[in-house]
């Protein structure tokens, strides 16, 4: 299990009058969510609002709970459970968003991104749709976990020259959203987590104007609720033309059993689902 | 409210009025605002939003394209004396006199992030690819005569299947399709490697967006790559060889 230090900062940026981005943290549940909002009127604003209202809910109920509907569980054998889960719960909120936008004409036409990290005993899962960025910091270095789903990252896959010469307002064109369609098809990893790990996830606002190197540079000096607003400060600095939001989190430790015999075998049986979590915490 | 005159040869033919939060479609269907009776010009070619306080002009996948001063457009925001050439037929837009604009700022609207219809994305940047969009002016036919090839989608995540191949302790090869793969002793994992030393779970490959990631989980053998020990987890090369005890695998790409 990995015990998590973590802040997060929403910042409405200098250009904008309203934040249409939203984030959720909770360390307990392991659960980690930036959404960031499109769409005329206040449609942004309450798609966001959402997706980041709807995983968590949908992410703390039972298994058990869950209503088993083709819809919700319609996903390939190569992930685990859990991934499962996360990519329900954004199925879910896809189809929220996606509801609301057709019933309520001024919310018509709405979306958002969505970017989250949801932790397990062992590993954490990173999902995403649209822009908004996650990234690993491991070992000194950063790595980018999201897939990023706008027209210039898709068409410099195919042929970087010409990707080049695509205009600047198709790096804001998304392929991919939440509430757009009446589906949605996120991307998703699993990776083990190592003391000293951190993860960040970011809207465009942040990533527009600060490089990965220097958000690495910032996450390697600074703790995560510095580290949030000095990033947010940096995007601001340099012209806040988007809302802002990060979230910063560190993994302080990890906490495994490592010695003693009876340990091993609980963890071994915990492992092949032997016996109920109950008696192991 | 603004204005938009069709014309032909230079010749006015109507004059629109457009509302401040409505539209207009234009094409050749009857049902269309403004109509333009021409083979070149598609059932339903193009429209005009308000929003925001400007006006959007909207290419709706026509065959033969929209052009704005002389440059195929797929969204462009109207200003103030522009010229929409749709066939041979023109529409100029022009605000009425006295009339509040938007202001400069408004132009940075078209940063705002939205979203494409991915089924109609690919042939929109192709249209706007240099090769056709910069020689202007195009006749209609022209256009229509020289497709583009469709880009072929980009896989899920981008990445080619890395595959593992027995070395040692095992035959055959081990596609990685799982996001997390997990190896080790006990007999829960994707892949079960037998060995005293060898952990319940050894060790986990993930697939990330920039490739596969080999990491260390617990036991007493750790896993090598290329003979350094993993002491937590490394990005993993094309060909580079994985022990974990006596087993050994080669990691390769699907061809």
């Known amino acids: ?281 | 409210m603004p204005i938009l005159t069709l014309k032909f040869k230079n010749k006015a033919i109507k004059e629109y009025r457009l509302e401040h939060g409505s539209n207009m479609t234009i094409g050749r269907r009857s049902t269309n605002d403004i109509v333009i009776e021409n083979l070149a010009v598609s059932g339903l070619h193009a429209k005009v939003d308000s929003m925001d306080g400007g006006f959007l002009l909207t290419d709706l996948q026509s065959k033969n394209g929209t052009f704005v001063n002389e440059k195929l457009v797929t969204s462009h925001w109207l200003k103030e004396g522009e010229t929409v050439m749709i066939g041979k037929h023109t529409v100029t837009f022009s605000y009425a006199k006295d009339e509040l604009r938007p202001q400069e700022a408004d132009d940075n609207a078209t940063d705002a992030t939205m979203v494409m219809d991915t089924t109609s994305y690919r042939d929109m940047v192709a249209k706007s690819s240099p090769e056709q969009a910069a020689p202007a002016p195009k006749t209609p036919s022209q256009v229509s005569q020289a497709p583009q090839p469709q880009p072929q989608p980009p896989s899920q995540g981008g990445n080619a299947i890395g595959v593992l191949t027995y070395l040692a302790g095992g035959t055959g090869d081990i596609e990685l399709t799982n996001k997390i793969v997990k190896l080790g002793k006990n007999k829960a994992n994707d892949i079960v490697i037998s060995g005293f030393m060898v952990g319940q779970t050894a060790a986990a490959i993930s697939n990330r967006p920039n490739g596969y990631h080999i990491g260390y989980v617990g036991g007493m053998a750790k896993p090598k790559v290329n003979g350094e020990t993993v002491k937590e987890s490394v990005l993993l090369k094309e060909f580079d060889v994985i022990e974990i005890g006596s087993t050994k695998f080669q990691f390769m790409y699907q061809a």
């Open chain 1, 1 to 281: 299990m990995a015990i998590i230090e973590s802040a997060g900062i929403t910042d409405v940026g200098r250009k904008r009058k309203v934040n249409e981005d939203s984030l959720f943290l909770d360390d307990k549940m392991g659960l980690y969510i930036v959404a960031d909002g499109m769409g005329g009127h206040r449609g942004g604003e309450f798609a966001s609002k959402i997706v980041v209202d709807t995983i968590p809910e949908y992410m703390s109920q039972k298994n058990d709970s869950i209503p088993n509907s083709e819809a919700l569980h319609n996903y390939p054998e190569s992930i685990s459970e859990e991934s499962k889960k996360l990519l329900e719960a954004i199925t879910c909120a896809n189809e929220k968003v996606y509801r609301n936008s057709k019933e309520k004409q001024e919310l018509s036409g709405m979306g958002s991104t969505v970017s989250a990290i949801c932790f397990t005993d062992d590993t954490f899962i990173a999902g995403n749709v649209g822009d908004s960025h996650i990234y690993l910091v491991h070992d000194s270095g950063i790595e980018l976990l999201s897939v990023i789903h706008n027209v210039i990252t898709e068409q410099t896959a195919i042929d970087p020259e010409r990707a080049k010469r695509l205009g600047k307002r198709f790096k804001h064109m998304l392929t991919r959203a939440v509430g757009v369609e009446a589906s949605v098809n996120a991307d998703i990893s699993e990776s083990q987590f190592f003391k000293n790990d951190q993860l960040i996830l970011c809207s465009d606002g942040l990533s527009d104007k600060v490089s990965s190197e220097e958000i690495l540079d910032v996450a390697m000096r600074e703790s995560p609720g510095k580290a949030c607003q000095t990033l947010v400060n940096m995007a601001n600095d340099r012209g806040g033309d988007d809302n802002v939001t990060v979230i910063v989190l560190k993994i302080i430790s990890v906490e495994t059993a490592k010695s003693g015999v009876v340990s091993k075998l609980l963890q071994f049986f915990k492992y092949i689902g032997f016996l109920p979590k109950k008696i192991l915490n």
